[in-house]
């Protein structure tokens, strides 16, 4: 074990370092000048020139993209050009906001998805299999923003049981953020519910066809033992990989639903950046999103072993 992480630890990190040489490229291809954009359309050629020395944007392209790293090495990502701030005190505060959001979604979609994945595998071609199906296809259909217009049309609007959006700290009102916490949660995790439990019947449907199944049940087994005990534990390895992918996409990804219940997180603080054209904002925001996904797919990983101790990481004995 010590060994594959150590490995998966330097591949994270060549990860990485590819991550930061795509985001300085892409993102300094971007049009327009970040100087004259500061200083505005009235500014001087010789203040224009001033501030891209000052910035650094004077010096070779390879030349930034060095400093850049080595200030990300030492905690430094830069000041945001639009809200003159560190970015990474930017990026700290939304932080535990995105994490929040993507695990409650996340914890709500595993909540419904396992049962119902189970139920539609075992009742194959059923009632309960044709209405987890409909579910499926329904909820990946849909665009993940619509659930959130829906659940605030209904639950916001029409019932008045949750506010429509925004955001409370838990430092200054626990239920306040419980309560805003609710419909974009629910909302994003009623979306990721769909994709996990497709997987999940589809690992279920292929284990539960396997010979050891067979056997188990003529030796007499109870079908909860059989189907809990014997092939959910055997089939949750490929569910764990797309619960790892769902996390990460709702941390990071659905910039559009935070929009939608002004939700600020890293999303939003991304799509802020874009809009205002902030590169050093843009470039922290695509490195903390990738380090997420990565960290994401590294504990996926290492609870393979838990869930299933027949795997054996490369280099253990």
């Not at 505060?93 to 419904?112: D, H, N, Q, W």
């Not at 993940?144 to 049981?161: C, P």
């Not at 059989?226 to 390895?237: D, G």
Request: charged share 15%.
């Amino acid at each position: 074990m010590y060994n594959y992480l150590v490995r998966r630890l330097g591949f994270m990190l060549l990860t990485l370092l590819f991550v930061t040489v795509i985001t300085f490229a892409v993102t300094n291809i971007l049009p327009g000048d970040v100087a004259l954009l500061i200083l505005g359309p009235n500014a001087t050629d010789q203040s224009i020139q001033a501030l891209q020395a000052q910035l650094g944007l004077d010096k070779p392209l390879y030349v930034q993209y060095i400093d850049w790293v080595l200030g990300l090495l030492q905690g430094d990502m830069g000041t945001s050009l639009r809200f003159d701030e560190p970015v990474a005190q930017l990026i700290g505060e939304k932080l535990g906001r995105s994490l929040l959001l993507a695990t409650a979604a996340t914890a709500i979609a595993v909540f419904f998805a396992l049962p119902l994945g189970v139920v539609a595998a075992v009742k194959q071609n059923e009632l309960p299999d044709l209405f987890a199906s409909m579910f499926g296809f329904i909820g990946i259909s849909i665009p993940i923003f619509l659930w959130g217009l829906v659940f605030i049309l209904v639950f916001a609007v029409w019932l008045g049981l949750f506010p429509t959006g925004g955001y409370v700290p838990p430092s200054e009102d626990p239920i306040g953020t419980l309560t805003h916490l609710v419909l974009p949660a629910s909302a994003m995790g009623f979306a990721l519910t769909a994709y996990i439990m497709r997987m999940t019947r589809s690992s279920m449907l292929e284990v539960l066809s396997e010979e050891y199944i067979k056997l188990a049940r003529a030796k007499g087994m109870t079908q909860r033992v059989v189907v809990l005990k014997h092939a959910l534990q055997n089939a949750i390895i490929p569910v764990i990989t797309v619960v790892a992918f769902q996390f990460s996409y709702a941390f990071g990804g659905v910039v559009v639903l935070e929009e939608v219940f002004f939700w600020p997180g890293i999303g939003r603080l991304t799509l802020t950046a874009i809009q205002s054209r902030d590169i050093p904002l843009l470039q922290g925001c695509i490195i903390v999103v990738a380090l997420i996904y990565m960290l994401s797919n590294l504990t996926a990983d290492l609870l393979y072993g838990y869930f299933d101790p027949r795997i054996r990481y490369g280099g253990d004995d």
